[in-house]
């Protein structure tokens, strides 16, 4: 459970309940005008730059933040791959681990051990394998990129919006009453564009790339264990190399984490 997001929503949603309340502000800065202008155009735009496909998957994967992790932790993935090490120890190898485990990590873990059988030979199932979690992290990447042009086109329309109300504002210029309004609503634009860039899309591109690194490490464990185990190795040492790989790559992960913020 990432309890930061969570946190993140939560003060967004008071820091936006606070601006309504104090003094009616609120409902100038977040004004129909700026909305259509800002999340309209940036729909828009993003319809035209990239592929419907695209913005499904980043669709899905934005909601699937919501939802529990269909991935297990790296202690569950290290039980499991050396539960697996000594039934093949004990009853003949990979061979007999044919079904086991079907639903484990969405399935990866069953395919990982079918291609490992079809092949026979390590390298050829390290090189699959990692074909398709590269296939993975990419389109994981794709997902956290249209998020990122998304929030780089909002503060655009915002930028937009705001050219569009001065228009209003010189219109009304000889009516002082006017001008006042009319000015905060031209803003408005852009402090929608600024907000939706930072506080929505921003975050949530960050979000999608760190479980896309997450998933990453999880899926290479898995492939790691299914190759010991293939190669016969004792379950103490397939335990042990997990362990290990476990450990790096965490601290491989918060590293590229760090330098990403």
């Known amino acids: ?44 735009a993003t319809l035209i730059n990239c592929p419907f496909r695209h913005i499904v998957s980043a669709l899905g994967s934005i909601v699937s933040l919501f939802l529990p992790s269909r991935l297990p932790a790296p202690g569950d993935i290290v039980g499991e791959m050396t539960r697996l ?7 003949g190898g990979l061979l007999s681990l044919q079904g086991e485990s079907a639903n484990f990590a969405g399935g990866f873990l069953n395919r990982a051990i079918n291609v490992a059988i079809a092949t026979g030979e390590s390298d050829e199932t390290r090189r699959i394998l990692e074909s398709e979690v590269r296939r993975m992290r ?33 219109e009304t210029i000889s009516t002082p009453a006017k001008v006042g309004p009319a000015m905060a609503l031209a803003l408005s634009s852009a402090f929608i564009g600024i907000s939706f860039a930072n506080l929505v899309c921003v975050p949530v591109a960050g979000q999608l790339r760190l479980r896309a690194i997450n998933e990453t490490m999880v899926l290479e464990m898995i492939l790691e264990g299914v190759l010991d185990i293939s190669a016969g190795k004792p379950p103490s040492i397939v335990e042990l190399h997990l362990l290990s790989y476990s450990a790096q790559r965490q601290r491989g992960a918060a590293a590229s984490s760090g330098a990403g913020a």
């Open 1 to 44: 459970m990432n309890w930061t997001f969570w946190l993140g929503i939560a003060a967004g949603g008071v820091l936006a309940w606070w601006s309504f309340q104090e003094g009616g502000g609120g409902r100038t800065l977040f004004s129909l005008h700026g909305i259509v202008i800002v999340l309209g155009g940036t729909v828009v």
């Open 85 to 91: 090490a000594r039934r093949a120890q004990t009853e």
């Open 138 to 170: 990419i389109q994981a990447q794709e997902d956290a990129n249209l998020l990122r042009t998304m929030g780089t086109l909002s503060p655009m329309f915002g930028l937009l919006g705001t050219l569009l109300g001065m228009i209003r504002v010189l």
